[in-house]
């Protein structure tokens, strides 16, 4: 039985891990705002998402309930916990090695949650402080000096 539970949990992924809406919002917003990326960059640990080599910034868009940080997306299916716990370990443990891969080769790593994602203002406020470290501000608007000091740190 177990066995059987096992080969079902390791068929061909049925949910998209690439492209996902998320994913396209991002994106949406950073080519709007002309800053250049790379997708899928096969050629780094665990892929990133999004890759914008001039800045050595990878981006992870991870979904809230595969990678469980903890949002009220992530409730661990009561049918088969087991399994379903020892695969987001897994998991977990597959993202903090990549991440300290990445660390280590000299990329800042920066993880969006599915769930700020979608918020709008979230994810607007996030993305204005990437775009406040990397120096090109000037391309999402006019800020206050109180927002600097908010963005620096």
């Known amino acids: 039985m177990v066995l059987a539970i096992l080969v079902k949990f390791n ?11 998320p994913e396209l919002k991002v994106r ?9 990326y790379r997708i899928h960059c096969k050629a ?14 990878a981006i992870n868009i991870n979904g ?11 409730k661990v299916p009561n049918k088969q916990r087991e399994i379903w716990e020892c695969k ?10 990549n991440r300290l891969k990445l660390e280590n080769l000299g990329w800042h790593v920066i993880d969006l949650w599915e769930c700020s994602i979608m918020n ?11 775009y406040f470290r990397m120096g090109i501000l000037e391309w999402y608007g006019k800020i206050t000096d109180a927002e600097k000091i908010n963005y620096a740190a």
């Open 88 to 97: 987001f370990d897994k998991v977990k443990s597959r993202d903090a090695e």
């Open 28 to 36: 949406a917003h950073l080519r709007y705002n002309k800053v250049s």
């Open 64 to 74: 809230c309930f595969w990678h469980q940080h903890g949002c009220t997306n992530t």
């Open 120 to 130: 709008e203002n979230v994810l607007n406020e996030i993305l204005k402080k990437l």
């Open 11 to 21: 068929l061909p992924k049925k949910h998209k891990s690439k492209n996902t809406n």
């Open 44 to 57: 780094l640990p665990g892929t990133p998402d999004i890759v914008m080599p001039r800045y050595k910034i």
